[in-house]
């Protein structure tokens, strides 16, 4: 079956520190991966989505950036938080055609 | 801009009876539709897709899609505290990206 990883589960970050988020997939092979951002009390924002290893589609212009290094690898990263990007991240994945999305636990992220 | 509509809420029910959660959609083209089930602090999980206009059923859950009125909705029959989360809507209307609605507080009480 498949399983979907994600770490740290919080993180606390001083404005202007550096980011890294990672996601791993067991259980399947190319997967499509995204990236979610959910800030309190709303819907789903999608940052990122990868359909292979090294191809990644960023839908909100920020100060984010996604990689995928291996097929069942996808980080989220940044150089320098804002306190805008505090929110709960969520990876997920959906194979073939198939738009069905599975998430992994998330990372709440609070930037102080 | 596609966008997808649920009341907030909370939609409170009593232990045993139906909940309905609605929602509607913006973009004709949709293809997929789906709920999902948040509890508090968890990530989103995957209870229901539906494809075709109609019913589908799943146990206590039973998703229906009308593409003429472009509104989908989730019936939870003999509602139990424990179905007491937030419910997502998203819609695909073909590629990558899927919209998220921002979800009903459902609340069920004992």
């Known amino acids: 079956s498949q399983t979907i990883h994600q770490w740290p589960a919080t993180l606390v970050q001083p404005v202007g520190s550096p980011l890294s988020l990672e996601c791993t997939v067991e259980?399947?092979?190319?997967?499509?991966l995204y990236w979610y951002r959910q800030a309190a009390g709303r819907g789903l924002q999608l940052l990122f989505y990868s359909v292979g290893i090294g191809q990644i589609s960023s839908e909100v212009p920020q100060n984010l950036s996604a990689s995928r290094p291996q097929d069942r690898q996808f980080i989220l990263s940044s150089k320098k938080l804002l306190l805008s990007d505090s929110g709960f991240y969520l990876c997920?994945?959906?194979?073939?055609?198939?738009?069905?999305?599975?998430f992994g636990p998330g990372t709440r992220l609070t930037v102080l | 801009q596609k966008e997808v509509e649920q009341n907030s809420g909370p939609l409170s029910v009593p232990e045993g009876a139906i909940a309905s959660l609605n929602c509607t959609y913006s973009d004709r083209g949709s293809q997929s539709f789906f709920w999902y089930r948040q509890y508090s602090g968890k990530s989103p999980e995957l209870i229901m897709s539906i494809y075709s206009n109609g019913d589908k059923e799943d146990g206590r859950f039973t998703a229906q899609l009308n593409k003429a009125s472009q509104y989908v909705s989730l019936l939870i029959r003999d509602s139990q505290p424990s179905d007491s989360a937030t419910y997502l809507c998203?819609?695909?209307?073909?590629?990558?990206?899927?919209?998220f609605g921002a979800g009903t507080r459902l609340f069920v009480k004992a």
């Open positions: 259980g399947t092979s190319n997967p499509n």
């Open positions: 998203a819609v695909n209307s073909g590629g990558f990206k899927t919209i």
């Open positions: 997920a994945w959906s194979v073939g055609g198939i738009n069905e999305q599975f």
